[in-house]
């Protein structure tokens, strides 16, 4: 069993990789390597898709590696892998980002990618801290993850779904913003599991253990 986090020069992948590493070796879920090469991804049993960053800048990073997009849309949309989306890989879900320029995303899940507008002038964008999930959908990945769990979230973009069936939590921050979104063999989180002590330790533990 093998897990690839794709490595396209988004952010730092190390705080990801050392929680993956952990939480396969606590369930017996395989190896987790870091990679770039198309040929990793069409071996991998699962997928992960860190994002840190603009989403033009994050579109246009993955699409810089040869072949390394085809094999990521092969691999899910073809072959039906686990995919997990984070942050603006999460976003990156969507059918369009609005962020500066209008971006096209991967269409898997409908809807845009829109600036938090917290109704409270008081409350500042980004939306960076801990955040209480609301959950409203049921999955695998959520086993475990109840109302009232920590995530952390650091962005100023969030998705505005189009089937409010796709979005699984959102949080409050002056209004919904989106936090978890999942259809099929996709999950996205805007926040950063790796980063969000236990609940996101589960939820990564969860993913690699997802059988869909």
Not at 163 to 176: I, T, W
Not at 180 to 191: A, C, P
Request: aromatic letters at 8%; proline letters at 5%; one cysteine or more.
């Amino acid at each position: 069993m093998r897990t690839v986090l794709i490595d396209y020069d988004s952010g730092n992948l190390h705080s990801a990789e050392k929680a993956f590493q952990r939480m396969a070796q606590e369930v017996d879920a395989g190896e987790v390597i870091v990679s770039d090469k198309p040929e990793d991804i069409a071996r991998a049993d699962r997928i992960v898709l860190p994002g840190d960053g603009a989403f033009p800048a994050c579109r246009a990073g993955l699409r810089s590696f040869d072949g390394l997009e085809e094999a990521v849309m092969e691999a899910v949309t073809r072959d039906a892998k686990p995919f997990m989306g984070i942050c603006v890989g999460m976003q990156m879900l969507a059918t369009w980002g609005r962020e500066y320029e209008d971006v096209r995303g991967f269409d898997w899940i409908g809807g845009e990618v829109v600036r938090i507008a917290p109704s409270d002038p008081a409350l500042k964008v980004p939306h960076m801290g801990w955040n209480d999930l609301i959950v409203t959908g049921d999955h695998p990945v959520l086993s475990g993850i109840k109302t009232g769990d920590h995530a952390y979230f650091v962005h100023s973009y969030h998705m505005d779904v189009a089937n409010p069936a796709d979005r699984l939590a959102h949080v409050d921050y002056g209004g919904d913003v989106t936090a978890i979104v999942g259809r099929d063999t996709v999950i996205g989180m805007q926040f950063h599991p790796e980063k969000s002590q236990d609940a996101g330790l589960r939820m990564i533990a969860n993913f690699l253990t997802w059988r869909p």
